[in-house]
């Protein structure tokens, strides 16, 4: 896909991350819509993978370790053929297999691990990348976070891991929104400078704007990139992203939109209402 069908992609994804929200009274709204862009770029450029086989042992793995940012993950891997859209009628619903979270990979093709307790998906991604190459496969692996995730130990201690054995085919992105779910990050526990923490870790650390289609694709295109160490992008993003009375507000990490809101914000998304 080229890069301006990527970008009228991510609206749509965005357009129906909403209108979910309002059907279901399901919340985590902003948080989805800060990941779409990067979600959009892995699953539709740089993710070697094959809805058809979504057990293949060499397809390259995608954890969502920021697990609140399912309903736009099961929108994208809809799209991408994972399983009808059809089915995604029945999100958040008692019984059904589409929850706020993401499930066991045994209740979902495709999906890599049950996430939603922050802090352990990178480290899970970072045991896959070290199960390739220990047994020779070439697949990569990349793990999608929160900035508040970043206050957890543990990605630090997976952090270290990872640089000492020099796992190049890991990709660490962090969503970094700029807000957790009760106030701004840095005012929360300080995390900047984030790139020269990665650095300072043993990472080949990048930043970008996360809502840079281009420079995402070409970001992903090079793993590994032949620094010979895993790699850390953070990805700069605005919670709400595309909807200019949600773009930075934290309100809407728990408000449900209305109907005349979903109006207007599909208005905004060039996307029909």
């Not at 209305?258 to 029909?272: F, I, N, S, Y």
Request: aromatic share 6%.
């Amino acid at each position: 896909m080229s890069i301006e069908e990527l970008r009228r992609l991510a609206s749509e994804i965005r357009a129906r991350i909403i209108e979910n929200s309002h059907k279901t009274s399901t919340p985590h709204l902003g948080s989805c819509l800060s990941c779409t862009d990067i979600l959009v770029a892995a699953y539709f450029h740089a993710l070697r993978i094959d809805p058809t086989k979504p057990r293949d042992p060499d397809r390259d793995r995608f954890i969502l370790s920021k697990g609140h940012g399912a309903a736009a993950l099961f929108q994208v891997r809809a799209i991408k053929g994972f399983y009808p859209e059809k089915m995604l009628e029945n999100y958040g619903e008692d019984g059904g297999i589409f929850a706020e979270h993401p499930p066991t990979p045994s209740h979902l093709a495709g999906i890599e691990a049950a996430t939603g307790s922050l802090g352990h998906g990178m480290p899970m991604g970072l045991g896959m990348a070290m199960a390739a190459r220990i047994q020779r496969q070439s697949y990569n692996v990349i793990a999608l976070m929160s900035d508040g995730e970043c206050n957890e130990g543990s990605i630090w201690e997976a952090a270290m891991l990872a640089a000492s054995q020099k796992v190049e085919r890991l990709v660490a992105i962090v969503d970094f929104n700029k807000w957790q779910a009760t106030g701004r990050s840095e005012e929360v526990l300080a995390l900047n400078p984030l790139a020269d923490k990665w650095r300072a870790f043993g990472w080949d650390a990048h930043e970008v704007d996360g809502h840079d289609m281009k420079a995402l694709v070409e970001l992903l295109s090079r793993v590994p990139n032949g620094s010979g160490k895993p790699i850390a992008i953070v990805a700069h993003t605005v919670k709400g992203k595309g909807v200019s009375f949600m773009e930075d507000d934290n309100n809407w990490h728990y408000r449900i939109p209305t109907a005349d809101e979903v109006v207007r914000a599909k208005q905004e998304l060039g996307v029909a209402a």
